[in-house]
């Protein structure tokens, strides 16, 4: 690994400065992602920027509109086991615990998981052939050659590459807000706007600037879900990252549909809700087979498969019928 040297910042305002003046900079709080792109060589950063003392910034807690807020340095492992967190949106601690291992539970924070870059294996090794994300304009060698694990929407001929957070499922599918301190002070990113899709600069994965910094995510008191699901279909059990995932969280009237949001991942550069989806689904029965895969197709028709994925249609639809009536079934 190449020498580094690490700065410990001692508030948000220093901590945003310090990177603003030195963008080739990266901020480091579990680093369980960073450490090994450094290791990979996908990126160099000659100065870490260490966060984990910044205060007011781990903690997990009810707003005043009853909303939750999660801390950017609250680590994976105790936002998964937060009573509040598994009573009102266990589509949140579900998804945290499917991610990874205890040990990497223990370390990895929420700020970073969201951040976390993508498992395409042109960008993660250095010595592979082109990739536009970790060399812009070198060419996207994942587009005709091994994309069977890669983007069924909003690809571009720059990159296929998908998102690889659970986490960032789960809170795109609750509308949650990103909180982030900046030059001008702190402000709200909705979720939808956070990720991006990747166009022609596909070496960007979110909105965020080199002035910026991620001190909690905010999750609506109006998503209170705790009939929700988080399922993710992978390779193996033991802490893969997704073929599929879905995020689902369902309000029952009558034993039918009323509202639902739906979110996945493993299928786009940012978690990808199925807008058209939701909005067909009320008043639907969760026994009604027909009618809800009718519904859930209706966000498919714009699928644009790869050589090697076409498969992720069809089960990614199945996925998603599966997560419905898992949560719906929830008390």
């Known amino acids: 690994m190449h020498p580094f040297v690490i700065a410990t910042p001692a508030n948000r305002v220093d901590a945003v400065a310090m990177h ?65 967190v598994r009573r009102r949106f266990p589509v949140i601690a579900e998804a945290l615990l499917l991610s990874a291992s205890g040990q990497l539970r223990n370390m990895a924070s929420i700020g970073g998981n969201i951040m976390q870059r993508t498992r395409c294996a042109y960008f993660r090794d250095a010595d592979a052939p082109p990739c536009n994300k970790r ?27 998908v998102n690889p957070s659970d986490l960032a499922v789960a809170l795109a599918a609750l509308d949650a807000t990103v909180r982030v301190q900046g030059r001008r002070g702190e402000y709200g990113i909705p979720f939808a706007d956070f990720h991006v899709v990747p166009g022609d ?94 519904a859930i197709g209706r966000s498919f028709v714009d699928a644009k498969p790869l050589a090697r994925n076409a498969f992720k249609v069809e089960l990614a639809q199945r996925a998603v019928l599966r997560a419905l009536r898992t949560a719906g079934a929830r008390p």
Not at 141 to 157: C, V, Y
């Open 135 to 161: 060399q812009p304009g070198s060419g996207c060698s994942a587009l005709h050659g091994l994309n069977r694990n890669h983007a069924i929407f909003g690809w571009s001929d720059t990159c296929v590459a």
């Open 20 to 84: 603003w003046l030195d963008p080739a900079a990266a901020f480091i709080a579990g680093g369980t992602d960073l450490i090994g792109l450094m290791k990979d060589r996908v990126t160099t950063p000659a100065r870490l920027l260490d966060i984990n003392a910044l205060p007011s910034m781990a903690g997990i807690e009810t707003l005043p509109d009853g909303g939750l807020r999660l801390g950017a340095l609250a680590r994976m492992s105790d936002v998964a086991a937060d009573p509040q």
């Open 201 to 294: 600069t596909p070496e960007h994965d979110t909105v965020l600037g080199s002035d910026e910094l991620i001190t909690a995510v905010d999750i609506p008191a109006e998503a209170d879900a705790p009939a929700s699901h988080y399922l993710k279909v992978r390779d193996r059990q033991s802490y893969e990252f997704a073929i599929v995932s879905v995020a689902a969280t369902v309000r029952l009237k009558r034993r039918r549909i009323a509202s639902a949001r739906l979110a996945m991942g493993g299928v786009a550069h940012k978690p990808w809700r199925l807008f058209a989806a939701e909005q067909a689904l009320p008043g639907l029965a969760l026994s009604d087979n027909e009618g809800l895969r009718e």
